[in-house]
């Protein structure tokens, strides 16, 4: 079977992820090179806690459980980054009123920059 042609402005790459390989198109290759790294921090820090807890990966684990417990650790972190930053835009927006209220409604008298005499 032939492979479908690329879309306009992409080009086919293709990825591995847990020994398992799959051909994707891509308009931004150093931003899946990064998505990519972080799935496998993500698979490597379950191993480890894996190993941490039960010495090992639990055998009744199949490999779609595990895929689906990688994109939930995922998900979770997004929706935490997504929580972190809602918070501060709002901390943004309430310092931002308050400096608001305390600028006068009504300009000051201006000031003239020289003396009387000019000096």
Not at 10 to 24: D, E, F
Not at 31 to 46: G, K, S
Not at 53 to 65: A, E, F, I, Q
Request: charged share 20%; net charge negative; hydrophobic share 35%.
């Amino acid at each position: 079977m032939k492979p479908p042609a690329p879309l306009p402005g992409t080009r086919p790459v293709t990825v591995t992820v847990q020994g398992r390989s799959l051909q994707v198109q891509t308009d931004e290759p150093e931003t899946l090179a990064a998505a990519l790294r972080i799935l496998e921090n993500t698979f490597q820090d379950m191993d480890s806690q894996c190993q941490l807890r039960w010495g090992s990966v639990p055998k009744g684990l199949d490999t779609p459980s595990w895929y689906l417990l990688g994109a939930l650790n995922l998900a979770h972190r997004v929706a935490r980054l997504e929580q972190e930053a809602n918070q501060q835009t709002h901390n943004l927006e309430q310092t931002l009123s308050k400096l608001l209220n305390d600028v006068p409604d009504e300009p000051s008298a201006p000031v003239p920059l020289l003396d009387e005499d000019g000096d």
